[in-house]
């Protein structure tokens, strides 16, 4: 286990699609940091980071499946060896696919657990390695209203998200002591997206009356709680528009 010797500090988001994850990678980087972002393909990363080098920034773009324990300790290995320390780490992976329990597959199910849950153990646990020998870091989870309650027809992705909560909760017991702020992020509401739009114009029209969540604002959420001095930690966050009901 090795790490690169210099100044720069690195945010590893792990799920850096077009909006959230992308607008995380992108107040990071506002602020210094080197954005290392990855997807299951890297020629979707391009554009991200294509759009953090023009504003003046740094980002690195990573081919990486999280569901796959060596390809998770080769990408921390590369970005702690020749890039720099992970000083905050986000994993925003969400495989929200909807289906009655009466039809619902045992390999769906599987699937989806695999990638909104067990993949953010395997990356979390690699990044927190590093962060407990520096005894600091900040390791943030994007979950869902499914994480807190399981709605009908939901039954594997409010399981998956219910176990990221968890894991999220054990890791802050367990790494607050180390001087590692550990934070959940409920995000209940649809968000400005190009998959809202096309599929949900009816919700998508709110957008204009603050009905949806802007992924620029839920960044700003994200990188409150990496500033927040230790003495004031939160543990859970949730965000979601005036409008919505819960």
């Known amino acids: 286990m090795t790490t690169a010797i210099n100044n ?8 850096a699609g077009d909006a959230t994850g992308g607008a995380i990678a992108k107040r990071f980087a506002q602020e210094g940091f080197i954005a ?10 391009q554009p991200l980071v294509d759009s953090i080098q023009a504003a003046g920034g740094q980002a690195h773009g990573f081919a990486c499946d999280a569901r796959k324990e060596e390809e998770v300790i080769a990408l921390v290995e590369q970005i702690e060896s020749q890039i720099g320390p992970i000083e905050a780490f986000v994993f925003n992976i969400g495989a929200n696919v909807p289906c009655s329990i009466l039809e619902e597959t045992a390999r769906k199910y599987f699937k989806i657990w ?26 943030l989870f994007t979950g869902a209203t499914a994480g ?3 709605a009908a027809g939901f039954a594997a992705f409010a399981g998956a998200k219910h176990g990221i909560r968890a894991l999220a909760q054990s ?31 009816e919700k998508y029209a709110l957008k204009d009356q603050d009905g949806i969540l ?33």
């Open 8 to 15: 720069n500090k690195v945010v590893l988001v792990v799920g």
């Open 36 to 45: 290392c972002v990855t997807r299951r393909s890297a020629d979707k990363l």
């Open 114 to 139: 695999e990638m909104a849950c067990f993949s953010g153990f395997l990356n979390a646990r690699e990044v927190a390695k590093r962060m407990a020998t520096r005894q600091r870091g900040t390791l």
């Open 148 to 150: 807190m309650r399981g």
């Open 171 to 201: 890791m802050a017991r367990e790494l607050g002591p180390m001087n590692i702020h550990v934070a959940h992020i409920v995000v209940d509401g649809a968000i400005d997206t190009d998959f809202i739009r096309n599929s949900f114009p």
């Open 214 to 246: 802007n992924p620029e604002h839920i960044a700003e959420n994200y990188w409150y709680l990496h500033s927040q001095p230790r003495d004031a930690w939160t543990f859970e966050l949730d965000l979601r528009p005036w409008s919505e009901r819960w």
